[in-house]
């Protein structure tokens, strides 16, 4: 109920701040069960964008900077948001983020794990690929054009859900992970 009600509050407020176009949000809204959202990083008002694109609640994982505050700490927990240690492995968020998963619940990641400014292979990490295999999860990518100013047009891409592990089989290396991380980058940054 709280997140129903707080998305609806920033979905209006967003409509009205900016000019919000979704495109082909069926590809989500029509899937079931599990799966990931992988989404590029322009704003740190990124996460409430994808959230108010669709009707399903999305768990993000969120860097941990963002929870000392108790306030704000219990407002992300209540909306279905967990910590995450962007300088090393975290443990902790990677159960958290299969848990989620094993519950039949929607993961939102932002895979390049700061905002960036474009499209950069470099910045594809394995944490993404590894989660989804361990939960075996599909992935779905959101692509996010635009600017956040003042009536600015925002236009959010949803691609198709996806497989990456189809063609892997056996024990998979961090190596590649990072390769299928580098795979979901591009589809991410293809969407338009």
Request: net charge positive; hydrophobic share 40%; aromatic share 12%.
């Amino acid at each position: 109920m709280f997140y129903k009600l707080i998305r609806f509050l920033a979905k209006l407020l967003f409509n009205i701040a900016f000019d919000i176009k979704i495109h082909n949000p069926e590809k989500f809204d029509s899937s079931s069960g599990r799966c990931i959202i992988c989404s590029n990083h322009i704003s740190n008002l990124d996460p409430i964008t994808v959230a108010i694109s669709t009707k399903r609640q999305i768990h993000f994982m969120a860097k941990k900077e963002l929870f000392p505050n108790k306030l704000f700490s219990f407002v992300l927990t209540k909306l279905g948001a967990f910590p995450v240690d962007r300088e090393g492995i975290s443990i902790t968020s990677i159960k958290t983020a299969i848990s989620v998963l094993n519950d039949d619940n929607i993961l939102g990641i932002f895979p390049e794990g700061t905002r960036v400014d474009g499209y950069n292979e470099s910045n594809a990490k394995p944490g993404v690929a590894m989660i989804a295999n361990k939960a075996n999860s599909n992935i779905i990518p959101i692509h996010i054009v635009g600017s956040y100013k003042f009536r600015g047009k925002i236009n959010i891409y949803y691609g198709e859900e996806k497989n990456y592990f189809k063609n892997y089989s056996g024990k998979i290396r961090t190596e590649q992970y990072t390769e299928i991380g580098k795979e979901i980058l591009k589809d991410i940054y293809s969407l338009n």
